[in-house]
């Protein structure tokens, strides 16, 4: 059975840094783009950046494109998101899913999420 | 504002149907990029419900049906049910902006 388990999320003042990582079981990780999706309170989904397998390409969204890097470890099965600088339209409750597609997305697994809140 | 726009709400009777529609530009779905539709009960991460424009996951009930036509796609859902009450989302890809890109969402309620 495909998992992906979120941890990481909390609490951070605005222009503090978060790390969010993302356990994955279930299926060969190394195989697949993996993703980051998150969506503010109440509000939609919005893609936030893409890996590729080997960690060779990454894609952000523009209004992540230089505060948030995506990374991930094939050997321990993780995803990570590094987040530097938050804003308090940061604020989300952040999901890792599988892109199907590669990086134009087809989302068929998604995590439970965790929220990131920043404010002071 | 989304790069693909739907309708903040649409409601129905039970065992009625209803369309949910996704409209882009030319640089996402007029460009040929597949249209997916995602599914979000209330509290919970979202569901793939459609896959490449019009396809199904295996579970997904053939209730729920997708189409695309030039620059946009639309999801029906026949024989409404009251467990049908969620967030809906479309997503394709956008060349101009090299992104993946989300409907606003249309939430459901069943009447």
């Known amino acids: 059975e495909v998992q992906l388990v979120e941890s990481g999320g909390g609490l951070v003042q605005p222009g503090g840094s978060l790390r969010l990582s993302c356990a994955a079981s279930?299926?060969?990780?190394?195989?697949?783009?993996m993703s980051w999706v998150r969506q503010a309170p109440g509000k939609g989904l919005e893609w936030v950046a893409n890996?590729?397998?080997?960690?060779?390409?990454?894609y952000y969204v523009d209004s992540v494109k230089g505060r948030f890097t995506i990374s991930r470890d094939n050997a321990k099965n993780s995803l990570y998101l590094q987040m530097n600088s938050l804003r308090a339209e940061d604020t989300a409750v952040y999901y890792c899913a599988r892109p199907l597609y590669g990086n134009k997305g087809l989302f068929d697994y998604w995590g439970q999420g965790t929220l990131d809140t920043v404010s002071s | 504002q989304s790069v693909l726009t739907q309708p903040p709400s649409v409601s129905g009777a039970p065992g009625q149907r209803v369309t949910i529609s996704c409209t882009g530009s030319?640089?996402?779905?007029?460009?040929?990029?597949?249209v997916h539709w995602y599914q979000q009960l209330p509290g919970t991460a979202p569901k793939r419900l459609i896959y490449?424009?019009?396809n199904r996951p295996s579970g997904v009930p053939d209730r729920f049906s997708g189409s695309k036509s030039g620059t946009s796609a639309s999801l029906a859902i026949t024989g409404l049910q009251t467990e049908d009450e969620a967030d809906y989302y479309c997503?394709?890809?956008?060349?101009?902006?090299?992104?993946?890109?989300f409907g606003g969402g249309t939430k459901l309620t069943v009447l």
């Open positions: 030319s640089s996402n779905i007029g460009a040929g990029y597949d």
């Open positions: 490449g424009n019009s």
């Open positions: 890996i590729k397998q080997d960690g060779s390409e990454k």
């Open positions: 997503q394709s890809y956008d060349s101009s902006l090299s992104a993946v890109v």
């Open positions: 279930g299926f060969t990780f190394s195989n697949y783009w």
